[in-house]
T-cell receptor
């Protein structure tokens, strides 16, 4: 069935370190792919998206590339900041309909 | 523009009681979704409204859950009677057609 698998956290990094959060999906067809972020005490915010194979979504220094051949959408950032500490959710949807989410990965960045 | 707002932010009730959650979508957004996250697991889809009509309610767990969207504006999600396993965070999201969803801050529901 449809599902998203993302790496378990927490991921603990020092400020300015490189970040990768892996995400793979199982779905039929060509879904749209998303990363959402939940900062402490807040709701989910769309971080970036990609709607077709080889598209790269980017925002706030984060990037993720839609890899159809590996059904992956890994999140990367070259230099994390303390303010990036949050829970990151990978998700997909068919035509912007209901989202299928992963379990979330908590990122903790220390000064 | 005002975002998606949810009320209450936190509700604590006893097993067997009734609770009603409310969601006010962004003005003009025809699509409204309910999701919930239980015990730190994945966020799961509950149902989808297009205006006042239920487009997809395949994620509703059982008939103790009732969602409405009167007049295609705000939506309510009622749980009656509440059970322990209903505890979690309930998110509402809205979107225009063909656009990504905007989420509210969620309602944390605790069943004692």
């Amino acid at each position: 069935g449809n599902s998203v698998t993302q790496m378990e956290g927490p991921v603990t990094l020092s400020e300015e370190a490189f970040l990768t959060i892996n995400c793979t999906y199982t779905a039929t067809g060509y879904p749209s792919l998303f990363w959402y972020v939940q900062y402490p005490g807040e709701g989910l915010q769309l971080l970036l998206k990609a709607t077709k194979a080889d598209d790269k979504g980017s925002n706030k220094g984060f990037e993720a590339t839609y890899r159809k051949e590996t059904t992956s959408f890994h999140l990367e950032k070259g230099s994390v900041q303390v303010s990036d500490s949050a829970v990151y959710f990978c998700a997909f949807a068919k035509g912007f309909q209901k989202l299928v989410f992963g379990t979330g990965t908590r990122l903790l960045v220390s000064p | 523009e005002a975002g998606v707002t949810q009320f209450p932010s936190h509700s604590v009730i006893e097993k067997g009681q009734t609770v009603t959650l409310r969601c006010d979508p962004i003005s003009g957004h025809d699509n409204l979704y309910w999701y919930r996250r239980v015990m730190g697991k994945e966020i799961k889809f509950l149902l989808h409204f297009v205006k006042e009509s239920k487009q997809d309610e395949s994620g509703m767990p059982n008939n103790r859950f009732l969602a409405e969207r009167t007049g295609g504006t705000y939506s309510t999600l009622k749980v009656q009677p509440a059970e322990l396993e209903d505890s979690g965070v309930y998110f509402c999201a809205s979107s225009p057609k063909g656009q990504p969803q905007h989420f509210g801050d969620g309602t944390r529901l605790s069943i004692l």
